[in-house]
């Protein structure tokens, strides 16, 4: 199966698990374009992407940036898988649930760990899914992890985590299960 089908085969396994989900560009949506303008304001100009190159869940929708339909199939697989734990967040903890988790627990920026505990799920996802698309080299990529890493510490995300080394440890030990997963 090649990439483009095996993207296509993914998307309709989430339809089938989440019947309302939808994938719909960031720019068509009125609520997406007035988060963009309040993140660039919250992050002094820091987060200038938001419509541009980030992925985005909320509820059954992941809102995707310009141009996703040109974006490698493989790439677009990838971020399906990641933003698949989003869903199941949302399916788990409501969107009340998720809105006061992501946004406010315990604050909204430097310490987020509200935010950083649901990205760190869906980034092993990302690291999984590499492992298994892409093989264990491209799972172990530096340029991967160190890009993981300042998503966290980064203005994309509002600086949600301080502390990279505490990120690249939790990364380092979901690589050492996939290990066991993988040889035992």
């Known amino acids: 199966m090649d990439d483009q089908a095996r993207y296509e085969a993914y998307a309709e396994e989430l339809r089938q698990e989440f019947p309302r989900f939808v994938i719909r560009a960031k720019r068509a949506s009125l609520g997406q374009r007035l988060i963009d303008r ?4 919250l992050t002094f100009g820091g987060n200038k992407s938001y419509l541009t190159s980030v992925v985005t ?8 940036p310009d141009g996703w339909d040109r974006w490698a199939p493989i790439q677009r697989h990838l971020i399906l898988r990641h933003e ?3 869903l199941r967040q949302f399916r788990r903890l409501t969107l009340p649930g998720m809105a006061f988790i992501y946004l406010v627990l ?3 920026l430097f310490f987020a760990g509200g935010r950083a505990w649901l990205e760190l799920e869906a980034y092993k996802e990302t690291l999984t ?5 892409q093989g ?7 340029s991967l992890h160190d890009g ?3 998503r966290f510490t980064g203005s994309d995300y509002g600086w949600m985590w301080l502390w990279g080394g505490s990120i690249r440890r939790a990364l380092k030990r979901h ?3 996939l290990e066991r997963k993988t040889n035992g």
Do not use: C, Q
């Not at 869940?57 to 995707?64: H, M, P």
């Not at 264990?136 to 530096?142: N, Q, S, W």
């Open 57 to 64: 869940t909320l509820g059954n929708t992941i809102y995707v």
């Open 136 to 142: 264990r080299e491209a799972a172990y990529r530096k």
């Open 84 to 86: 698949a734990i989003h």
């Open 38 to 41: 309040f993140l660039r304001l």
């Open 106 to 108: 315990p604050v909204p």
């Open 129 to 133: 899914a590499t492992w298994e698309l």
């Open 175 to 177: 690589m050492k299960d």
């Open 148 to 150: 993981i890493v300042s």
